[in-house]
Nanobody
């Protein structure tokens, strides 16, 4: 059974930092591209950042230079370091795994990030 368990969300003031973690089980972690998506209130889910099994990253323009995605294949965990947070970063953040070959996709349950002004 595949599980993606996010942690690290919470309430932070604008300009602050948070680090999200996503622990994966039930998948061969290194064969999966891992990503963070977010869904702001009343809006559609959007890609924040993605990292391949080999470590190649890409970011949404709105977070580039402020957020950093990384992964530890030995711990089956992906991270999202979020710095210089803005109120518009408020959203539910979801962890996503996508198998490189089969394209099978899995989602975590989400973690709330709220940035206050």
């Amino acid at each position: 059974q595949v599980q993606l368990v996010e942690s690290g969300g919470g309430l932070v003031q604008a300009g602050g930092s948070l680090r999200l973690s996503c622990a994966a089980s039930g998948i061969i972690f290194a064969f999966n591209a891992m990503a963070w998506y977010r869904q702001p209130p009343g809006k559609q889910r959007e890609l924040v950042a993605r990292i391949t099994g080999g470590g190649t990253t890409n970011y949404a323009e709105s977070v580039r230079g402020r957020f950093t995605i990384s992964r530890d294949n030995a711990k089956n965990t992906v991270y999202l370091q979020m710095n210089s947070l803005k109120t518009e970063d408020t959203a539910v953040y979801y962890c996503n795994a996508r198998h490189t070959i089969s394209k099978s996709e899995y989602w975590g349950q989400g973690t709330q990030v709220t940035v206050s002004s």
